[in-house]
Nanobody, 122 residues
């Protein structure tokens, strides 16, 4: 049974920071690329960031470059998303995903978490 469980979401004022965590179980974590996606009310799910199985390659959507950092700790089966300088437009449910390769497309991922809510107030 593969499970991805996100945590760390909450309410923060614009300009603030949060760190999201995603704990994985039931899969060989070190063989999977990991990604973060988000979905705001009334919008499609969109790519945020991804990281390779080794952590050696990372990619970000232009809207979060310089503000968000994705990382992973393979000894803890956990991937993180550090979010700085948050803006109201970052408000969304954030989802963790695992796949055989990393990329910006949702069909590249095989497993998904339930999501964690991030709300940024102005």
């Amino acid at each position: 049974q593969v499970q991805l469980v996100e945590s760390g979401g909450g309410l923060v004022q614009a300009g603030g920071s949060l760190r999201l965590s995603c704990a994985a179980s039931g899969l060989t974590f070190t063989t999977y690329g990991m990604g973060w996606f988000r979905q705001a009310p009334g919008k499609e799910r969109e790519f945020v960031a991804h990281i390779s199985w080794s952590g050696g390659t990372t990619t970000y959507h232009d809207s979060v470059k310089g503000r968000f950092t994705i990382s992973r700790d393979n000894t803890k089966n956990t991937v993180y998303l550090r979010m700085n300088s948050l803006k109201p437009e970052d408000t969304a449910v954030y989802y963790c995903a695992a796949g055989g390769k990393v990329g910006p497309y949702i069909d590249e991922y095989d497993y998904w978490g339930q999501g964690t809510q991030v709300t940024v107030s102005s």
